[in-house]
Structure formats: C-alpha cells, structure tokens
C-alpha cells in the first residue's frame, strides 16, 4: 500500500473495500476497516470512504460496529446526506438483543451531532430510559442531555425531565449520577437540577454505592441543598461522618467542602471537621502522584489559615525529597513557614539551609526567601544563614540573599546593622538586575552606615552605558541622589557624571525624565529634596504580628475542592518579583477605600490658629499620611521592637486614680491617660483594616487579639513631632471586655439573641472600646492631638464597617 499519501491511500482502501474476495472473508474485512482508522489517525482524509463504511456497519460483528461507528461519527458533519443512510441501521441495532450493541448504537445515534436527524433520535432515547438493562439507560439517560446541547433553543419535553428526575431512583447508581448530570444539562436556564429535601436524603442513603467520581458528582450537587432545621442538619453531618476518613482524596475533600457549606453557621463543627481531615490529607501528601500530592499541600495551606497549628507535630512530613519536582519542594517549603515556633525552628533553619544550595535555582532561591520570611520573627538565626550563604559567590544565591535581606529591613528595621555589614563585596558576584536592584536600594537607604558604598556607586556609574535594565538604572539614580543626601562630598561628583549622562545621552524616556525630576527637585534646594527622598526606611506593619488570628473558614470555604487553591494568583507574593519596597502599595480588602474615608479635617480646624495648619504633605515623599498635618506630625522612626514595648510598657505604676472620663496619672518624664471611646463595631474589623488605616496616619499596630474573641486588645505605638517641641513616644492599648455594652442592654431592655462570639453588645452594635496611653516624655497638647487622631480613625473604620 502507498506510503502515508493522499488520493493514491485513499483509492486503494475503496479497492479494498470494495472487494467482493474481501468482504467475504470477516477478518480481511475487519483489517481493512482497521487500516481506515489507522489512516484517519494519522491525519489522512479519508472522508471519500464515506459510502463504503456505511455499508461496512451491517454486521454483526461488534467490534467492526465500534470501528465504523468511529469512523461515521468524525465525518458526519462533512456528509449529512449520506448520515441519513445510517440511522435505520442504528435504530435497528437499538432493538438487537445484545444489550451491548443497544447502548453502542444508543452512543453513535446522538454522537453524529446533526440537527437534521434529531427526529430520528427521540423515540430511541425515550424507549432507552425504559430499557431493562442498565448500560443502556446510561447511555439513554446522557444522550438527553446531548441533544439538548446540540439545539439549545428547543424544550425537551416536560414528560423526558419527570422520566429523568424518577430515574434518580435507578437501582443503578451510575444512572443516578448520569441523571444528575443530564438534568442540569437540560435545566441550565433554569438554575439547573433542583436538590430537595427527598432528593437530598436518597442521595445520601445511595452516596456509598456509587464510584469516587460519583461521590464527587452528588457531593457537589448536595452542597445547593440547605437543611430546614439543626436537627436535619446534623442527620445529615451523620449519614456524611464516614466520608471525612475516606482513602481516597476527592471523596474527602468533596466531602469536606460540603460540611463547611452546611455548617456556615456552625464554626465549632467547621473546626472539628478540619481536624478530621488531618490524617487523610497528610496521607494524600505521601501519594505516588505528583498531582495529587500538590492539590493536597495546596489545601494544607488553605486549612492552616483557620488553624494554624492543624499539622504543626507532623512538620517533618513537609521535608522535601531529592527527586521531588521543583513545584512541590517549593510548595512544601510554604508550608514550613506557617509550621514554625519556637521548638522546631532549629530543625527547619536547617532542613532549609540545604535547600539554599539545590541544583534547581528557583528551589534555591525560594528556600532563601523562606527563610527571609521567618527572619521576620527569628531574625538573629536567619540573619546568620544569610550572611553564611553569601560567602558561597554564587550568582543566583547572592541574587536571591540581597533581594531576601533588604525586603526584611523594609519590615524588621532592627535588622539593618547586620544587613549593612553583609553587604560588603556583594557587587562583584551579582549578575541579575533583581539583585542588583535590590543592592542599590539598600545603598542608597542605608548608605551612611555601609562604608563602601560610594566607591560601590561609583563602579555602577562608570558602566551606566552598557546597563541593559532600565529597573537598574533608575534605581541607581535615586540611590545616589540619596547617597548624596548623606555623604555629599564623596559622591557629588558622581552624582554629576550620572545626571548628565542620563539626562543628555540616555534614550530612555523614563531614565531621563526622572534624571530630570532629580535635577530640578536638587535645584530647588538640599531641605526639599530630602523631603521627597528620605522618608520612612521601613513598614513593620508588613511583619508578623505577635498574636496572629485565625481566619473564619467561611472566607475560604467556596474555594475547597476546586481549582482556586492551585492558581498561582492565590500565593503570597515573593519578594523577589517586585521592585523597592516603598513602591509597593498597602492591599486592602475589596470597595474598601480607607484612604478617601479618613477625613481629618476637624483635627486641621483644632489647629487654625496655626499658620502651618494649611501645609499638605508631599505623597510621593512618603514621609507623612495625607491624613496627618502639621503642626502635629506622627512617625515611626525609630522602630520599637515587641520586646522593648512590653517592657516599656510593664513599667506602669500599679496604682492611679480615675477622674470622670479621663484618669490621669504622670510624672516629669511620662504620663498615663485612659479614655472611653465609643466605636461601632470596631471590635469586628479584620486585623488587615485595623493595619491599614493606622499605617494611613502613622500608627504601627505591634499586637492584637482575634476579632471575634473577648476580651479584645490592640497594641500600638508611635511618635509625635509638635511644633516648637522634642519629640514623644506614645505607647497605646485598646481594650474592649463586652461588659459596658452587655450592662446598656440591660438597661434600655432590648431583646436580642446572643450572638456565638459575644461581641455584638447592643442592638445599634455600639462598642466602648477603652484607651490607655502612654507617653515619654510628656507633652499634654501633643496627647491630646495624638488621642483626637485615634478617635478619628476608630470612627472612620466603624463607618466603614457599618
């Protein structure tokens, strides 16, 4: 036979076809058919062959039947008139005795997917739900649902959907689910299959009969249904209980998803069912499937949000292996983070210590950024790693070190004198223009305390022509005007060479225009471009909080058991893929817009006599909120670490007295201030809006509790600048017990049901929330200030919620 061609291939298989010696002998035949649909796989047209295989399906030979039928259902569409020669065959073949060829002939009939034969196709499908075997009322039940997709703007008849909805009740469960699909198929418009309370409960009683992708199937249906009563409720956890332990990973993920759809209400049986699902998911962990040991640590890391100490004795089992794919050993390395404490941080600074050195850059690169990110609470065991790996003067891990250190002084400030010395000689080994991006800013931030960090810029400059990245390079102009700020003798006349070059041979837009920004902004004076340039070195609200809470599962409940825990979208950003970290904006929750919301104006009006009371702040300056003017100006340089606050704060007198609202108590050097404040709802803010709206006006929240417990506390702190005065540290607590709001109740006798966290105090959902301040050394006028600056975010953030 000719090799693999056109017409020539296709002539000699009519020949054969055609034959009379052939189609006499049976397994000729059937090999002949054989070469067709081997021709047809390897792309060959045989459409012309049409008229020979139609005749070919008159056999009983079945598997000449599924050989032709293959055939006759991929060019249907190029032959509708001859299709029509078909359909007596099948709906022939749709009354053979063999149940078989029934359901074979069933498939084919709506697999030729042609309008004009749907005619034809009905009244085999309606006899085919009423067949006594069950392969065909498979087939019978899911060839409903195809037709409909083949003319979506026909109604099926109502008597099909009441034959599909009795079905349900199949003593076959494969029927059940394929009804199930085939409804919500047909009932797309309409909302799809409706689940009731009859439905639901059969389907339960029948969930172990059916195979895992049919447990999956009803699993997902069920989650529509929503129980009449708690007692309903829990029948239904009951008949689900054994599902939970299931061995096998969808069934219980699937199974798990719909507890936490039907216990929304109901957190304490939420949190029991994720200690359930321990054991099957770290089993799932261990599986011989790369995939699905990767969904499984995906939904780890969902779960842990809720509880974060869920798996936190089995950490060894996140412990990558060396023939592990790149993707899980990153993914695993995730789960270490969320894993640490005190006890086990030795352990994994080691396991992740290996890691830093893998054959795989990226696996590389993510266990120096793993550790990057512990560092933000273990910083002195981190800081010592980092250092250590800088000395191996390799590309790719000097690259990922720098990037790691100066995204953890931008929120561990503390850190910056050990980042400073480590940074000595880093520039002969980077390549990368990450790292070298990274490596310019913390020069340019912190560029009085590295002693070579002229000569460092000036290497830079000399080679600015051959620069590729336009990050490098606009990097390194604001670096060194920086630079200049501080040292200006040693680096003006580099800082001249690089505007010139920038501004008269740069073909760069961008470069150019900010080398020209620079240039006019050092023309309008030494004071005003330090302004614009030197604000805030650091954002500790970006580390870890002391305390961190426990997320609710219902804000990730839809998601489990689908794809959105594997997008790449829902991982935490690595720092390593943005560029400074002052660029990097505040993310707040969606229609939320605190910045638009915290109006200070009254604070302006508290101080019109003042002639700096109608300054604004310079927003690309960074130094100071809009929110915040002058006279009083809030900052938080420099840093207050967790420890120095409690123990500047466990030095308050034990004992002082409580005048009217206020209660004052001080000395020379400090003073102690509590005040009520009204607030609604302020108690149930999410710890990110807290964060945010205090960052907005300067306030750094160091410590709170979780929204929804009692008694809830916030601590912060941050430091003044009033004018004609030094400045003030302020160390603040907010407190809210429940007990004021419980006693007004009472009093005004308003009925309400008591809410399952105990937080909803009164019918208007008014919280006293308790201030108690501190300050050294003292400034009466600035507290004030300071006091009337909190009670305008608190009562912006209550609006919000409301």
């Not at 599924?66 to 190029?78: P, R, W």
């Not at 049986?269 to 995906?298: I, K, Q």
């Amino acid at each position: 036979m000719p090799y693999l061609g056109g017409e020539e291939t296709v002539k000699e298989l009519r020949r054969a076809l055609s034959n009379p010696n052939i189609q006499s002998d049976p397994l000729r035949y059937r090999n002949t058919i054989l070469k067709v649909i081997r021709a047809m796989s390897q792309g060959v047209n045989v459409s012309g062959l049409f008229s020979e295989m139609v005749k070919a399906c008159a056999t009983v030979d079945v598997v000449q039947k599924k050989l032709v039928y293959v055939f006759l259902c991929s060019y249907a569409t190029l032959n509708p008139d001859l299709s029509l020669l078909v359909i007596n065959t099948l709906r022939k073949d749709c009354q053979d005795p063999n149940p078989m060829v029934r359901s074979l002939a069933l498939r084919n009939m709506t697999n030729l997917r042609l309008p004009s034969l749907v005619e034809y196709v009905e009244q085999p499908l309606t006899a085919g739900l009423r067949d006594r075997a069950a392969c065909v009322r498979r087939v019978a039940v899911l060839g409903w649902a195809k037709l409909h997709n083949l003319q979506p703007s026909s109604d099926i008849d109502a008597a099909v959907v009441n034959e599909l909805y009795s079905l349900l009740r199949d003593p076959d469960p494969v029927v059940m689910v394929n009804c199930l699909r085939a409804l919500e198929e047909i009932l797309k418009d309409e909302g799809g299959v409706v689940i009731n309370k009859p439905i639901t409960h059969h389907l339960l009683n029948r969930l172990k009969e059916c195979d895992v992708w049919g447990q999956c199937e009803v699993l997902r249906f069920l989650r529509r249904y929503r129980p009449q009563s708690e007692d309903e409720l829990f029948d239904i956890l009951s008949l689900l209980d054994a599902s939970l332990d299931s061995p096998h990973p969808p069934i219980m993920a699937g199974t798990l998803s719909l507890f936490l759809s039907l216990c929304s209400g109901q957190p304490a049986v939420s949190l029991a069912a994720l200690e359930r699902v321990r054991g099957p998911l770290l089993a799932a962990c261990g599986s011989g499937s790369r995939e699905m040991r990767f969904t499984a640590l995906c939904h780890i890391q969902l779960l842990l949000r809720s509880l974060p100490g869920l798996v936190g004795a089995h950490y060894k089992r996140f412990f990558c292996g060396y023939a592990e794919p790149a993707y899980i050993k990153q993914r695993k390395m995730q789960v270490l983070v969320e894993l640490v404490n005190d006890e086990n941080v030795a352990m994994l600074l080691d396991e992740l210590k290996g890691y830093c050195t893998d054959v795989n850059a990226d696996t590389a690169q993510a266990a120096i950024s793993a550790i990057g990110r512990i560092a933000r609470s273990y910083s002195d065991r981190c800081l010592e790693i980092l250092t250590g790996l800088l000395g191996l003067k390799q590309d790719h891990i000097t690259s990922a070190v720098v990037q790691t250190m100066r995204d953890l002084v931008w929120v561990c400030p503390q850190c910056s004198d050990t980042v400073c010395f480590a940074l000595e000689g880093c520039e002969e080994t980077l390549q990368d223009s990450q790292g070298r991006q990274a490596l310019l800013w913390l020069l340019g931030v912190y560029g009085e305390r590295v002693s070579s960090a002229p000569y460092t810029l000036e290497v830079f400059i000399d080679g600015v022509r051959s620069e590729a990245s336009l990050a490098v390079k606009m990097e390194l102009l604001t670096a060194t005007v920086r630079l200049f700020l501080c040292r200006p003798a040693e680096t003006q006349d580099m800082l001249g060479r690089l505007l010139h070059h920038c501004i008269e041979e740069e073909t760069d837009m961008c470069v150019r225009d900010q080398a020209l920004l620079y240039y006019r902004l050092l023309h309008c004076g030494i004071e005003e471009t330090r302004k614009v340039l030197q604000g805030r070195r650091s954002d500790p609200s970006l580390g870890v909080l002391i305390g961190r809470q426990a997320e609710p599962t219902s804000q990730w409940a839809f998601s489990c058991n689908t794809l959105e825990p594997l997008r790449p979208g829902t991982l935490e950003a690595e720092p390593s893929s943005r560029g400074s970290p002052e660029h990097v904006a505040s993310k707040l929750k969606p229609n939320t817009d605190l910045s638009d919301t915290l109006d200070c104006s009254h604070i302006e009006s508290a101080h019109s006599g003042s002639d700096s009371a109608d300054q604004s702040c310079d927003s690309s300056a960074g130094v100071l909120a809009s929110s915040v003017v002058a006279p009083l100006a809030l900052s938080l340089s420099p840093a207050v670490s967790p420890e120095e606050f409690e123990r500047l704060w466990l030095q308050r007198h034990a004992s002082h007295s409580e005048q009217g609202a206020v209660a004052a108590e001080g000395r020379e050097d400090c003073v102690w201030m509590e005040e009520h404040i009204q607030c609604p709802t302020v108690p149930h803010c999410s710890p990110q809006s807290l964060q945010v709206a205090m960052q907005l006006v300067n306030i750094q929240t160091l410590a709170f509790t979780p929204p929804h417990a009692l008694p809830w506390k916030v601590f912060l702190y941050t430091r003044t600048q009033h004018t004609g005065t030094v400045g003030t540290l302020i160390l603040g607590e907010l407190l809210y017990t429940g007990e004021a709001n419980q006693r007004r109740g009472a009093q005004a006798e308003v009925e309400m049901d008591a809410t399952a966290d105990g937080l909803e105090g009164t019918e208007d959902g008014v919280h006293e929330v308790k201030v108690t301040l501190k300050q050294q050394p003292r400034d009466d006028k600035a507290l004030r200030g300071f006091l009337l600056i909190l009670t305008t975010v608190l009562h912006t953030l209550s609006s919000e919620k409301a």
